[in-house]
């Protein structure tokens, strides 16, 4: 092989040391790929990564790609030093929606990676920030041919723009006994209701749901997307005492009492006298902690179900916020409590599309315009889960005070006459 | 080639993650009881009927070349069941239904040079964004920094040496699309944009630029007789909002564009309400091929946290325990004004008690 090579003194000392390094990667697609197009691409890529490493510039910009029928789901890419690096002057990436909590098998990944080393770079992430399978560098042109070849075997492009994103779900109900929800399920059911809003970016920023079974809310849900799904339970969390003796046989009273005990944030917990545990579940806030410690003695209850939070989001532009408790609790069992969680959803993405500026979070617009505005824009009512604690402003118009007690006391007694039913 | 003969998408969206599943989680789906770590980078799951799984955990590069997704295939096929799934965080996990198996996985994951742990109370993998490999507004290098810092923190990968886990993360702009975790390297430009006035008429939508600033420091200006934008620098915080949408404001530098360091974040809900990370360090130069200096910094506050923290305290637990001056003592970082907060809600952060540690 012929090809001369761009030199990488900076890249290749990351090629040194134990972690698995991925300018190795690229060097062997430059070296050892039998496609020609391949190793010149690589090369090119190479040279200039090692030039972005000198003068510490990225050499990118972005512009206007997408396939067929949609508007969005590709990242275009042409580099600002093509004369310099003329093989990857194109090097866009197509963002490709996987299964919920990415599960996969070795035949279906070989077949994607066989896909897109015919029609591009022959690299890939699994996954990037949003959540894609990331499919990393090639021409405007063959952009179509991968995503047409991919798209006949069961495989779309994910959100990019302004348009509903790509969601992301935790491990879940396959495999973990904390999960208290079908995330499948959920992430599918909203993800797939959007189709035209992922591919056809037409919102005022970004929109993203994301999915985790329990508290410990693994995706980061509360943080990272304008709509987390949790899953929860709210009768008694299941005890088994043989197993929490067995634990303080094992460990040690000092030390239950100490990691777990002592770190229930409710003082929710007592170890009695005969090592066994005593949960006082109506002070319980699910916190997690104490199942983490001890997932053989402790459980999650049976009546379970979600808590939808909104409008969490990163720092652009008014700074990092975490999602509102919106609904406390949903229960998701049949098909109409799935088609009132995706009616939630098309409320609030509606309300934004509507009422959001344009570049401005779901979050960020509920920043704006007060959490009750929103609330009453999208015909829910108000709830003290909603919130750390009441007002501490007086500087409140408060006029319809009693109109507004008497709705509160109405809704309690329709909620208990349901109960009674 | 003609409208005609394009092909119509098909838009299945998400697909089935079921069919991609491993049988004997199909088969226990909703169903299990409890899980045990029978060895670093190893899980076993139990299922109320009695099933087990077990999962092998392993580092790899995240931008994977073909010959690389190839090996993982060929491993998971000969030493696994062909069942995989990604993690988070980009770490590949194989799973297993057969314990025999666990071992020669190991070995075969080891033997090609995949770092087998992650799990439980260790520092598991990096999660980063694109930078210069391929965003178009990147500060820094994501995968670069990833692979220099991972090279240093292999050792508390592979073990649970830690008091909870470790999430570390990078964000190569401040946009911060990553950069959220127990410790986040993300990048601070310092200086404001350098403006290229020949081009903003032609290449930004100024109103959507001047809209885009948090701080309302851009406006429009005749510069030199063209149409084009200027910064009141003394009110930009240097924030790197505009160049998105307008590429000749210029917010990189080789020099001035640095690394912050904050620590605390934590998504879950465990113990204490989920936090948002803290700014703890700045200034750090942006050092290709190898960021010593943001790693050093890194590796202080781990060996800090390691030898401090008690058993399930995350680094927001710990430090809420001993107290932001003590933070910065043990880990001898200096406090700055820079740490206190004059963003809005600032005054929630404040200290308006005498609760003060002596």
């Not at chain 1, 059911?189 to 920023?205: I, Q, S």
């Not at chain 1, 005593?278 to 699910?286: A, E, G, L, S």
């Not at chain 1, 939070?309 to 975490?322: F, S």
């Not at chain 2, 406090?335 to 929630?348: E, L, M, Q, S, V």
Request: aromatic share 8%; proline share 6%.
């Amino acid at each position: 092989m012929a090809d001369k090579h761009h030199e990488t003194p900076m890249l290749d000392e990351l090629e040194k040391g134990p972690w698995p390094s991925f300018v190795s990667g690229i060097k062997r697609l430059r070296d050892n790929h039998e496609d020609e197009r391949i190793r010149k691409v690589a090369n090119s890529l190479l040279g200039q990564l090692e030039h972005s490493y000198e003068t510490r510039k990225g050499y990118w910009k972005g512009g206007t790609v997408s396939v067929f029928g949609y508007g969005g789901g590709i990242i275009p890419r042409f580099s600002e030093v093509a004369d310099a690096f003329p093989e990857s002057k194109e090097f866009h990436t197509l963002r490709v929606q996987p299964p919920p909590a990415n599960y996969y098998t070795t035949d279906m990944l070989r077949k994607l990676g066989d896909s897109w080393e015919k029609w591009g770079s022959g690299l890939q992430t699994f996954h990037g920030q949003t959540g894609n399978i990331m499919f990393i560098g090639t021409t405007t042109e063959n952009t179509q041919h991968f995503f047409d070849e991919i798209n006949d075997y069961g495989w779309d492009l994910g959100g990019a723009g302004p348009c509903v994103r790509t969601a992301m779900s935790c491990v879940g109900s396959a495999r973990c006994e904390m999960s208290c929800a079908n995330e499948h399920a959920i992430h599918r059911h909203l993800v797939n209701n959007f189709t035209d809003d992922v591919h056809r970016p037409a919102l005022p920023y970004k929109f993203k749901f994301k999915v985790s079974g329990c508290p410990n809310d693994c995706q980061n849900s509360i943080e990272r997307s304008d709509f987390a799904v949790i899953g929860t339970w709210r009768d008694d969390m299941k005890v088994d005492q043989d197993e929490v003796k067995a634990y303080v046989a094992k460990k040690g009273r000092e030390y239950i009492i100490e990691n777990v005990v002592n770190r229930c944030p409710t003082a929710a917990l007592c170890l009695n006298d005969d090592d066994t545990l005593t949960v006082n579940n109506k002070d319980c806030v699910r916190c997690m902690h104490c199942l983490n410690v001890m997932p053989k003695a402790l459980s999650p209850g049976d009546d379970r179900g979600v808590t939808i939070l909104i409008g969490g989001k990163r720092t652009l532009k008014i700074g990092d916020l975490m999602g509102t408790v919106v609904v406390p609790f949903k229960k998701l069992e049949t098909e109409e409590d799935y088609e009132s969680l995706v009616e939630l959803a098309e409320e609030i993405i509606d309300f934004w599309a509507e009422n959001g500026l344009e570049h401005e979070r779901c979050g960020e617009m509920i920043e704006r315009i007060g959490l009750v505005n929103f609330l009453e824009g999208i015909g829910v009512e108000v709830d003290p889960h909603m919130v750390n604690n009441p007002r501490q402003s007086s500087y409140v118009r408060m006029d319809g005070w009693d109109e507004e007690a008497e709705k509160w006391f109405q809704r309690k007694a329709e909620e208990k006459a349901a109960a009674g039913a | 080639m003609a409208m005609a003969d394009m092909r119509e998408p098909i838009e299945s969206g998400c697909p089935d993650g079921f069919q991609y599943m491993h049988p004997v989680m199909r088969k226990n789906f909703g169903q299990w009881k409890y899980h045990d770590d029978p060895q670093p980078g190893v899980l076993r799951h139990v299922a109320h009927s009695g099933d087990e799984i077990y999962t092998v955990k392993a580092g790899t590069q995240r931008i994977l070349d073909i010959f690389t997704l190839r090996k993982l295939c060929e491993i998971g096929d000969e030493y696994a069941d062909g069942y995989i799934r990604f993690t988070i965080r980009s770490n590949i996990e194989f799973i297993v239904a057969d314990e025999a198996k666990v071992q020669p996985l190991i070995d075969a994951l080891t033997e090609a040079g995949f770092v087998v742990g992650g799990t439980k109370n260790s520092v598991t993998s990096l999660s980063h964004t694109q930078g210069w490999l391929h965003c178009d507004i990147p500060g820094t290098d994501a995968s670069g920094v990833v692979k220099s810092m991972m090279d240093e923190l292999i050792d508390e990968f592979k073990a649970w040496n830690m008091p909870n886990r470790v999430h570390i993360t990078t964000s190569c702009c401040q946009i911060n699309c990553g950069g959220q975790g127990d410790i986040a390297i993300n990048v601070q430009h310092t200086k404001p944009p350098k403006i290229n006035h020949d081009l903003v008429s032609n290449v930004c939508e100024r109103p959507s630029v001047v809209a885009r600033c948090p701080v309302a420091a851009i406006r429009p200006a005749l510069v030199d007789g063209k149409p084009s934008l200027e910064v009141d620098e003394k009110k930009c915080i240097c924030c790197g909002a505009c160049f998105p949408p307008c590429p000749p404001m210029q917010i990189n530098d080789a020099e001035h564009t640095k690394l912050s360091i904050w620590v605390g974040g934590n998504h879950s809900n465990a113990r204490g309400k989920p936090t948002f990370q803290k700014l703890v360090a700045s200034g750090i130069p942006n050092n290709p091929p190898r960021w010593p200096e943001a790693t050093a910094i890194v590796k202080n506050i781990l060996k800090t946290y390691k030898e401090d923290a008690k058993d399930w305290e995350r680094i927001n637990d710990w430090i809420e325990r001993i107290g932001w001056p003590r933070f910065f003592e043990k880990t001898g970082l200096p406090f700055t004004k820079f740490h206190i907060d004059n963003w809005r809600g600032a005054r929630a952060s404040l200290n308006a008690s005498t609760h003060i540690r002596f």
